[in-house]
T-cell receptor, first 113, second 113 residues
Framework: NAGVTQTPKFQVLKTGQSMTLQCAQD?????MSWYRQDPGMGLRLIHY???????DQGEVPNGYNVSRSTTEDFPLRLLSAAPSQTSVYFC????????????FGPGTRLTVT | GENVEQHPSTLSVQEGDSAVIKCTYS??????FPWYKQELGKRPQLIID?????GEKKDQRIAVTLNKTAKHFSLHITETQPEDSAVYFC????????????FGGGTRLMVKP
């Protein structure tokens, strides 16, 4: 199994541009989530999904959209990039929510200039 | 919502010494407390977790204790080794909180040989 994969690994955007961060998992996990990691602030939940067709907001959802059309894929869209969205983004999945291990992807380092 | 505070933010110990990282949480309904380790440039990985129906859990050199009355939990690493050097994150969740896992700000542990 590849586990959780993310693309791209690195991305530089200009303010106002949009893009989609891709996330896929091959473990048939129902629960998937997106986090951003900023120095000293831990991992903050952006959006999550408990299954195909179901998404909900996390702690810091503004400026981001998600969709979950299949169990495997959970893309994160930045609508109009801002410098405040410069961060490392991690996608994660788990089978046994809420008590199960979160399997994280390798992360995407995004810089918005 | 839940708020998780983690201390200290940095911790330096000599190889062979013990390390203790402490977290407090605000939501008394939280009932699952995992700890993740993140090595430099890598993804977070679960190292140990505890549910609210137990007060302590051990796994070789790692232990976690939970005090529900005081709403705090701690990670204990004994006989530290250089490979324990990493950032450690605590987290808390409950299945009433909109399926959200809330992380602390992280502790950078440095083990000096």
């Amino acid at each position: 199994n590849a586990g959780v994969t993310q693309t791209p690994k690195f991305q530089v955007l200009k303010t106002g541009q949009s893009m989609t961060l891709q996330c896929a998992q091959d473990m048939n996990h129902e629960y998937m989530s997106w986090y951003r990691q900023d120095p000293g602030m831990g991992l903050r939940l952006i959006h999550y999904s408990v299954g195909a067709g179901i998404t909900d907001q996390g702690e810091v959802p503004n400026g981001y959209n998600v969709s979950r059309s299949t169990t495997e894929d959970f893309p994160l869209r930045l609508l109009s990039a801002a410098p405040s969205q410069t961060s490392v983004y991690f996608c994660a999945s788990t089978r046994d929510y809420p008590y199960g291990e979160q399997y994280f992807g390798p992360g995407t380092r995004l810089t918005v200039t | 919502g839940e708020n998780v505070e983690q201390h200290p933010s940095t911790l330096s110990v000599q190889e062979g010494d013990s390390a203790v990282i402490k977290c407090t949480y605000s939501d008394s309904a939280s009932n699952y407390f995992p700890w993740y380790k993140q090595e430099l440039g890598k993804r977070p990985q679960l190292i140990i977790d505890i549910r609210s129906n137990v007060g302590e859990k051990k796994d070789q050199r790692i232990a976690v204790t939970l005090n529900k009355t005081a709403k705090h939990f701690s990670l204990h690493i004994t006989e530290t080794q250089p490979e324990d050097s990493a950032v450690y994150f605590c987290a808390a969740s409950n299945n009433n909180a909109g399926n959200m896992l809330t992380f602390g700000g992280g502790t950078r542990l440095m083990v000096k040989p």
